[in-house]
């Protein structure tokens, strides 16, 4: 299929150059597609109107020329009508009549595909020949019988699907071709994606802070394990939201994963399986279809895991005056079964209005099992035991979206409305035994703490948008948005003591509690262009929230209203010349204290990792500014950014002693805290470039620097200032004969702890504070291999192997008032996957019509 598409573009080069020419002799493809809808001059739909296509050709008798019937049709009860095989390089027109009306001619102009960045010889890409594709599709717009003609102006198509897109707010990465995340899920993807830094527990980190994620521009509840890898297209990385965006929980940005979508007419689908070195499995499988103004598309996932961790971890502390030490020698395995389903319908009620339907579920259920030997020494009395841990943990996510657009006449005037839902449930029982040891390892005790909990979320938007063009290639862009967040929680804990044979209950280990979390926002946005190389956008959000929440088990409730703030943002983009853009970006945001942050209950359901909220959070804001320079020069991009941030209050974890009231030792208690302030600057580059015709080459580095002011902390002094580096290779190489190898790393220095981690299984690997410690250099090298076979290379076999060299180990060294630790890991070393891949599919363009905005040639792709 890419040869034929390759040779259709070779020729369909030739025939515009022969186009120049009067006269010259050729043949004009019939690719071109022209809608839009007949009206009156009081704005009424022309129903049965006759709409023709006529072509001028040179008449071989006379030399002169004439005109010729190509297609006609009646519009239809709306007054819409549709072309689609038209001759592209021609003069065309269209002819108009209805009884009443006079017959008015409105004339055809495709634009010339956009050949631009190519290179004599070179082969164009899918994403070139989208993009050149894109100009033979016309939205003529309401053409107004009588004495009033309208056409609009030649669309302008800006979208292209290079390895890396820049837009005036955001960076996008096409990672739908990466053979290192086959068969895995989206935890995988972000591994390859530049500016992205993935930690030992899947945690995506951008710049040192946790991402707010979204799913196809929309927020979700669900977790990047729960996303198949082989259905993301792209990844949209927003570093400095604009006004549109919340501006609450993405102080580190926006992850956007855009999923793939059906662009073909007529149907096609794929399907994957494979397994792993380590008992996991895989399957995966969509269909899409399109058929007049219908489009669905289906895709079903299931995964068998199997994650192994070995580490240990060693605290040192000083108790009344007497030094002591805990070390813990660490394994576990988590299995599990995860499955995940999404069904989109799609209804083109006219050209321009469409309604949408999708619905999401899964379910997955994980089977933690762990060992851990514990070596506690406290003066000269050293003591041994043994903690084994099983538990099942289950979750059931589901998701509704409904969605409504609507282009007006004038292009890109459109209306959409969405609602969102996304939520789910969930179950966990653990069973925690700690075995005492005496001589000869003899148990002299046993202890058994069960955990029985469940729960449920769910997130709920509703959100409109209007964006109206204006002058200087300008819009305005209006919205609102309302968020409904609610959360319940119920855990009872358990405890035999050691020599009972009855399970009390603790009521200090007991956490049950449900909160209602309401964000209301408006936004307004303006951009537009002065002169040709100078864009802007400047925009200003007004946002409130409120929450409320019970303990269920005390009858306690803690609620709070936050009143309307202002959050501006200003973006300016500067075209220094047609391959050189600069960009400065500033915006303001916030983060406010959630429920669990706040209540102040001490939660000591894992003795290894009790946390306790705290009721006097306030919230914290942040401003960043951003300046990045871009050029392209052949096959290449360069692209370097500057950033700065800077936030008040800010919500850090924080880590103290308290006594357990279940073992009467002194713990570590994980809390939360505002210290006075932090800062978080640094420069980033990212390269791109097709070295060769074979060699695929993309590199990132990341210089930054992190510090948290904590002086207004009793017993603690300020985190210190650390330079981090953080970078990434990954090479594509297209060998003979249908094979390509991907060789990829990453390499992360010693950096402060992340400022936001998210929740993890195991021991103290959550008992980490970012005001408080570090994480030590490491680094990881993965490699694949991929062999394309049968015809049109719709089959592919990929062997993939990750952490080749055992190096992506993690080590996290914290220290404070009385105590110092450091906790590693090392999860699933040297993973070797085994992946199949099948594509089909069948493009019947007299059956299976498009009704939409995107271009139909699209049906020309192979995903």
Same mark, same amino acid.
């Given at each position: 299929?890419?040869?034929?598409?390759?040779?259709?573009?070779?020729?369909?080069?030739?025939?515009?150059?022969?186009?120049?020419?009067?006269?010259?002799?050729?043949?004009?493809?019939?690719?071109?597609?022209?809608?839009?809808?007949?009206?009156?001059?009081?704005?009424?739909?022309?129903?049965?109107?006759?709409?023709?296509?006529?072509?001028? =050709? #040179?008449?071989?008798? !006379? $030399?002169?020329?004439?005109?010729?019937? %190509?297609? *006609? /049709?009646?519009?239809?009860?709306?007054? &819409?009508?549709?072309?689609?095989?038209?001759?592209?390089?021609?003069?065309?027109?269209?002819?108009?009549?209805?009884?009443?009306?006079?017959?008015?001619?409105?004339?055809?102009?495709?634009?010339?595909?956009?050949?631009?960045?190519?290179?004599?010889?070179?082969?164009?890409?899918?994403?070139?020949?989208?993009?050149?594709?894109?100009?033979?599709?016309?939205?003529?717009?309401?053409? =107004? #019988?009588?004495?009033? !003609? $309208?056409?609009?102006?030649?669309?302008? %198509?800006? *979208? /292209?699907?290079?390895?890396?897109?820049? &837009?005036?707010?955001?960076?996008?990465?096409?990672?739908?071709?990466?053979?290192?995340?086959?068969?895995?899920?989206?935890?995988?993807?972000?591994?390859?994606?530049?500016?992205?830094?993935?930690?030992?527990?899947?945690?995506?980190?951008?710049?040192?802070?946790?991402?707010?994620?979204?799913?196809?521009?929309?927020?979700?509840?669900?977790?990047?394990?729960?996303?198949?890898?082989?259905?993301?297209?792209?990844?949209?990385?927003?570093?400095?939201?604009?006004?549109?965006?919340?501006?609450?929980?993405?102080?580190?940005?926006?992850?956007?994963?855009?999923?793939?979508?059906?662009?073909?007419?007529?149907?096609?689908?794929?399907?994957?399986?494979?397994?792993?070195?380590?008992?996991?499995?895989?399957?995966?499988?969509?269909?899409?279809?399109?058929?007049?103004?219908?489009?669905?598309?289906?895709?079903?996932?299931?995964?068998?895991?199997?994650?192994?961790?070995?580490?240990?971890?060693?605290?040192?502390?000083?108790?009344?005056?007497?030094?002591?030490?805990?070390?813990?020698?660490?394994?576990?395995?988590?299995?599990?079964?995860?499955?995940?389903?999404?069904?989109?319908?799609?209804?083109?009620?006219?050209?321009?209005?469409?309604?949408?339907?999708?619905?999401?579920?899964?379910?997955?259920?994980?089977?933690?099992?762990?060992?851990?030997?514990?070596?506690?020494?406290?003066?000269?009395?050293?003591?041994?035991?043994?903690?084994?841990?099983?538990?099942?943990?289950?979750?059931?996510?589901?998701?509704?979206?409904?969605?409504?657009?609507?282009?007006?006449?004038?292009?890109?005037?459109?209306?959409?409305?969405?609602?969102?839902?996304?939520?789910?449930?969930?179950?966990?029982?653990?069973?925690?035994?700690?075995?005492?040891?005496?001589?000869?390892?003899?148990?002299?005790?046993?202890?058994?703490?069960?955990?029985?909990?469940?729960?449920?979320?769910?997130?709920?938007?509703?959100?409109?948008?209007?964006?109206?063009?204006?002058?200087?290639?300008?819009?305005?862009?209006?919205?609102?948005?309302?968020?409904?967040?609610?959360?319940?929680?119920?855990?009872?804990?358990?405890?035999?003591?050691?020599?009972?044979?009855?399970?009390?209950?603790?009521?200090?280990?007991?956490?049950?509690?449900?909160?209602?979390?309401?964000?209301?926002?408006?936004?307004?946005?303006?951009?537009?262009?002065?002169?040709?190389?100078?864009?802007?956008?400047?925009?200003?959000?007004?946002?409130?929230?409120?929450?409320?929440?019970?303990?269920?088990?005390?009858?306690?409730?803690?609620?709070?209203?936050?009143?309307?703030?202002?959050?501006?943002?200003?973006?300016?983009?500067?075209?220094?010349?047609?391959?050189?853009?600069?960009?400065?970006?500033?915006?303001?945001?916030?983060?406010?204290?959630?429920?669990?942050?706040?209540?102040?209950?001490?939660?000591?359901?894992?003795?290894?990792?009790?946390?306790?909220?705290?009721?006097?959070?306030?919230?914290?804001?942040?401003?960043?500014?951003?300046?990045?320079?871009?050029?392209?020069?052949?096959?290449?991009?360069?692209?370097?950014?500057?950033?700065?941030?800077?936030?008040?209050?800010?919500?850090?974890?924080?880590?103290?002693?308290?006594?357990?009231?279940?073992?009467?030792?002194?713990?570590?208690?994980?809390?939360?805290?505002?210290?006075?302030?932090?800062?978080?600057?640094?420069?980033?580059?990212?390269?791109?470039?097709?070295?060769?015709?074979?060699?695929?080459?993309?590199?990132?580095?990341?210089?930054?620097?992190?510090?948290?002011?904590?002086?207004?902390?009793?017993?603690?002094?300020?985190?210190?200032?650390?330079?981090?580096?953080?970078?990434?290779?990954?090479?594509?190489?297209?060998?003979?004969?249908?094979?390509?190898?991907?060789?990829?790393?990453?390499?992360?220095?010693?950096?402060?702890?992340?400022?936001?981690?998210?929740?993890?299984?195991?021991?103290?690997?959550?008992?980490?504070?970012?005001?408080?410690?570090?994480?030590?250099?490491?680094?990881?090298?993965?490699?694949?291999?991929?062999?394309?076979?049968?015809?049109?290379?719709?089959?592919?076999?990929?062997?993939?192997?990750?952490?080749?060299?055992?190096?992506?180990?993690?080590?996290?060294?914290?220290?404070?008032?009385?105590?110092?630790?450091?906790?590693?890991?090392?999860?699933?070393?040297?993973?070797?996957?085994?992946?199949?891949?099948?594509?089909?599919?069948?493009?019947?363009?007299?059956?299976?019509?498009?009704?939409?905005?995107?271009?139909?040639?699209?049906?020309?792709?192979?995903?």
């Amino acid at each position: 299929m890419k040869n034929l598409l390759t040779l259709f573009l070779t020729t369909l080069i030739g025939f515009s150059a022969l186009a120049q020419f009067p006269g010259g002799n050729r043949q004009d493809p019939n690719k071109g597609h022209v809608f839009g809808k007949i009206i009156d001059n009081e704005g009424k739909p022309v129903e049965f109107a006759t709409v023709i296509i006529m072509k001028s =050709v #040179l008449d071989s008798t !006379t $030399q002169s020329p004439k005109e010729i019937v %190509v297609k *006609a /049709q009646t519009s239809e009860m709306n007054g &819409d009508f549709d072309f689609s095989e038209l001759p592209t390089f021609s003069k065309i027109s269209l002819k108009v009549s209805s009884v009443g009306f006079a017959t008015t001619d409105f004339p055809i102009v495709f634009d010339k595909p956009d050949m631009s960045g190519m290179k004599p010889g070179q082969k164009p890409d899918p994403a070139m020949i989208a993009k050149m594709m894109a100009a033979f599709e016309k939205d003529l717009g309401n053409l =107004v #019988l009588e004495n009033d !003609t $309208q056409v609009l102006d030649a669309v302008t %198509v800006t *979208a /292209q699907k290079a390895l890396l897109e820049m &837009d005036i707010d955001k960076k996008i990465f096409n990672v739908d071709k990466n053979i290192v995340t086959a068969g895995g899920t989206a935890v995988d993807v972000m591994r390859n994606v530049p500016s992205l830094q993935v930690d030992i527990d899947g945690n995506v980190k951008l710049r040192n802070a946790s991402p707010t994620l979204f799913i196809d521009g929309r927020p979700t509840t669900l977790m990047l394990n729960q996303i198949p890898a082989d259905a993301i297209e792209k990844v949209e990385v927003i570093t400095n939201p604009s006004a549109k965006y919340d501006a609450s929980g993405s102080m580190a940005g926006i992850l956007n994963i855009v999923l793939k979508k059906n662009k073909k007419s007529g149907y096609n689908g794929m399907f994957n399986i494979g397994a792993d070195r380590y008992g996991g499995s895989n399957v995966m499988g969509n269909f899409n279809v399109r058929q007049g103004k219908v489009n669905l598309s289906v895709m079903g996932m299931g995964m068998r895991i199997n994650n192994n961790v070995d580490g240990y971890s060693e605290r040192n502390s000083v108790i009344e005056g007497i030094s002591a030490n805990t070390y813990q020698d660490i394994e576990s395995e988590t299995t599990g079964l995860l499955g995940f389903g999404r069904i989109g319908l799609d209804y083109y009620i006219s050209n321009r209005t469409s309604v949408s339907l999708g619905g999401v579920i899964g379910g997955g259920k994980f089977s933690p099992e762990e060992n851990i030997l514990i070596t506690n020494t406290v003066g000269n009395n050293t003591t041994l035991s043994n903690r084994l841990s099983n538990s099942t943990r289950q979750f059931q996510p589901t998701g509704l979206q409904l969605g409504f657009r609507h282009s007006f006449p004038t292009a890109g005037e459109e209306l959409t409305m969405d609602f969102n839902y996304f939520g789910g449930t969930n179950e966990n029982n653990g069973t925690y035994t700690t075995n005492y040891l005496g001589e000869a390892n003899q148990i002299t005790g046993v202890q058994i703490q069960k955990n029985l909990g469940n729960g449920n979320n769910g997130f709920m938007t509703f959100q409109t948008d209007y964006v109206k063009p204006l002058k200087n290639n300008g819009n305005i862009e209006l919205g609102v948005r309302a968020q409904i967040n609610t959360l319940e929680n119920v855990n009872d804990n358990t405890l035999k003591a050691i020599g009972s044979d009855v399970f009390l209950p603790i009521a200090s280990a007991s956490t049950n509690y449900e909160s209602t979390n309401n964000v209301y926002a408006a936004y307004v946005s303006l951009s537009g262009k002065v002169g040709t190389a100078f864009s802007y956008k400047a925009g200003v959000r007004a946002e409130s929230s409120s929450y409320k929440g019970d303990l269920l088990n005390t009858g306690e409730k803690f609620s709070n209203d936050y009143p309307v703030s202002l959050f501006p943002s200003l973006f300016l983009s500067k075209d220094l010349s047609p391959t050189d853009q600069l960009q400065f970006s500033v915006t303001r945001r916030v983060n406010r204290p959630n429920f669990f942050q706040i209540i102040p209950f001490i939660d000591y359901s894992d003795s290894l990792n009790i946390t306790q909220g705290n009721a006097d959070l306030v919230p914290e804001f942040t401003t960043s500014t951003e300046l990045s320079y871009s050029k392209s020069k052949g096959t290449g991009t360069f692209l370097t950014s500057i950033y700065y941030k800077h936030t008040n209050n800010l919500i850090t974890r924080y880590l103290s002693q308290e006594i357990n009231p279940i073992s009467g030792n002194l713990d570590l208690i994980n809390t939360y805290v505002n210290a006075n302030s932090s800062e978080n600057y640094g420069a980033e580059i990212t390269y791109t470039n097709k070295i060769q015709k074979w060699w695929d080459f993309t590199a990132n580095v990341n210089f930054y620097n992190s510090r948290i002011n904590t002086e207004n902390i009793e017993n603690n002094s300020s985190q210190d200032a650390l330079w981090t580096t953080f970078g990434k290779i990954n090479n594509n190489f297209s060998l003979k004969n249908k094979w390509v190898i991907q060789l990829s790393g990453d390499y992360q220095g010693k950096t402060n702890l992340p400022v936001s981690q998210g929740q993890s299984f195991g021991p103290p690997s959550t008992a980490q504070s970012s005001s408080q410690g570090y994480i030590e250099p490491f680094y990881g090298v993965d490699v694949a291999i991929k062999k394309s076979f049968m015809k049109n290379d719709v089959a592919s076999l990929t062997l993939s192997a990750n952490d080749i060299f055992r190096t992506r180990g993690n080590t996290q060294v914290s220290s404070g008032d009385g105590f110092s630790q450091t906790y590693y890991r090392l999860s699933n070393p040297q993973q070797i996957k085994l992946n199949f891949s099948f594509r089909f599919g069948q493009m019947d363009a007299s059956m299976f019509k498009k009704k939409g905005n995107a271009s139909s040639m699209e049906g020309m792709q192979m995903q």
